[in-house]
């Protein structure tokens, strides 16, 4: 259900039955807004853009509304600049929502001086929810902190190791016979170091790293390789670099699926 004033009437909007042309008939969004509103009821991330003057912060002034008016869901409203923040948070104060709480020190809006952190635990009227400000300020805060170790996991990439187990163990659960192809040789049956035809030592994930490059098995290795090899090792080594390639994206993609999912 839409909001009461004029502009909207408490249009009723159901998802399954969506109709722009009645939202446009019917309250005051053009049709590209009443689009715009719409795919950001029916996806789990949304994107609306547009030049100034088309009514982002109008629609998304709207789609918090929405939300608070038909849901008792919280809204965290995070901004690139602090002036798009007050700007969005007056826009919700003058559509008479009042129950906001603004983080961080650097808000020049006279309007949104009583609804500060700060304030708000300050003031007497807000003492009965102080505790639970406070509660959800050291959650937001835990929640920043968890956001900021996921994003440093994904600016890292993917490695054989990293992160948790990499794609070694992403292999060596769910693609056993492509594991097999990435023996550890960096060290001999003995504990002897192994090094390769450089004289350099050769890392647990050499195998790895030469394989997404594109080059072929070591020769010099190939008197190490037991029964244990897969039959398809040959053909596993033979892919064309391309196909390496793609595969190796692809199970990126899946060893980052938990962090971005999280995310």
Known sequence: ??????????????????????????????????????????????????????????????????????????????????????????????????RIVRLGCRSKSEKLSGYSLRELVRTKAFESDSRFIKRIDAQLYSMIEDIEEIIRVLKAGVSWFYPDGGIRVLLQ?????????????????????????????????????????????PSFLRNKLDASCPAEFEDIWDLPHGVRLQLKTAWETRVLAGSINEL
């Open 173 to 217: 659960e769910e693609y056993p016979d492509y594991y097999d192809c990435f023996p550890d040789f960096s060290q001999d049956a003995d504990g002897f170091t192994t090094t390769g035809q450089d004289g350099k030592s050769f890392r647990k994930d050499e195998l790895w790293k030469k394989w997404i490059k594109g080059d072929s098995f």
């Open 1 to 98: 259900m839409m909001p009461c004033d004029s502009s909207f009437k408490r249009h009723q909007c159901s998802l399954s039955s969506w109709s722009s042309a009645d939202i446009v008939r019917y309250t005051s969004l053009d049709p590209s807004q009443a689009d715009a509103l719409k795919h950001a009821f029916t996806s789990r991330v949304s994107l609306i853009q547009g030049p100034p003057g088309t009514g982002k912060t109008f629609i998304g002034g709207l789609i918090a509304r929405m939300i608070r008016a038909n849901t008792d869901q919280s809204i965290l409203c995070i901004c690139y600049t602090n002036h798009a923040l007050d700007q969005f948070l007056e826009h919700m104060l003058e559509a008479g929502e009042r």
